[in-house]
T-cell receptor
Framework: EAQVTQNPRYLITVTGKKLTVTCSQN?????MSWYRQDPGLGLRQIYY???????DKGDVPEGYKVSRKEKRNFPLILESPSPNQTSLYFC???????????????FGNGTRLTVT | AQTVTQSQPEMSVQEAETVTLSCTYD???????LFWYKQPPSRQMILVIR??????QNATENRFSVNFQKAAKSFSLKISDSQLGDTAMYFC?????????????FGQGTRLTINP
């Protein structure tokens, strides 16, 4: 089944303890992206990647890192999480990027992160 | 910077009724895409419909259609013959094609409830 898989679904951690949220897609997609969803703010883009070893900042990259060493994986790293990073996170992928006609964005099921 | 505004935080209609969700956006660009995404309680984000700005004809997907008013920068979603399964959070999103950056800007969302 074609899908975007995020892990974990739920995570509770403490301030300053490094964590990684994994994202993997099995559709050979070139484009991958991370978003955070907060009430009243909608979804905001954190980072995106057009292909292996190519990443770029979204609108809210501060406090986050990403890597794209393999095409299928795009982990989100929080080196020193803070309470303001408590949010619902989504990973998404598409075949060739958002501007391609037949390249819709496929989302993972989300990761609920709580930083205390 | 582009902004997307959904002025209706919540809406509620009876099953089989028609409902319209509003979305306005602000941009000085001429080449862009607009999207409506649906997020049911399962949290998965699902693409509902897409509109290319250069197309004058409004996009339609089965019971879903849009009213795209480019001059007014308005992009409303109409759901006809609403069904219980349409209950979800709906997000309007904008993507600027001119800059080449692969960024989606989302609105705040509208929570739609379809009542039996």
């Amino acid at each position: 089944e074609a899908q975007v898989t995020q892990n974990p679904r739920y995570l509770i951690t403490v301030t300053g303890k490094k964590l990684t949220v994994t994202c993997s897609q099995n559709m050979n997609h070139e484009y991958m992206s991370w978003y955070r969803q907060d009430p009243g703010l909608g979804l905001r883009q954190i980072y995106y990647s057009m292909n292996v070893e190519v990443t770029d900042k979204g609108d809210v990259p501060e406090g986050y890192k990403v890597s794209r060493k393999e095409k299928r994986n795009f982990p989100l790293i929080l080196e020193s999480p803070s309470p303001n990073q408590t949010s619902l996170y989504f990973c998404a992928s598409s075949l060739r990027g958002l501007s391609s006609y037949n390249s819709p964005l496929h989302f993972g099921n989300g990761t609920r992160l709580t930083v205390t | 910077a582009q902004t997307v505004t959904q002025s209706q935080p919540e809406m509620s209609v009876q099953e089989a009724e028609t409902v319209t969700l509003s979305c306005t956006y602000d941009t000085s660009e001429n080449n862009y895409y607009l999207f409506w995404y649906k997020q049911p309680p399962s949290r998965q984000m699902i693409l509902v419909i897409r509109q290319e700005a250069y197309k004058q004809q409004n996009a339609t997907e089965n019971r879903f259609s849009v009213n795209f008013q480019k001059a007014a920068k308005s992009f409303s979603l109409k759901i006809s013959d609403s069904q219980l399964g349409d209950t979800a959070m709906y997000f309007c999103a904008f993507m600027n094609l001119s800059q080449g950056a692969q960024k989606l800007v989302f609105g705040q969302g509208t929570r739609l409830t379809i009542n039996p």
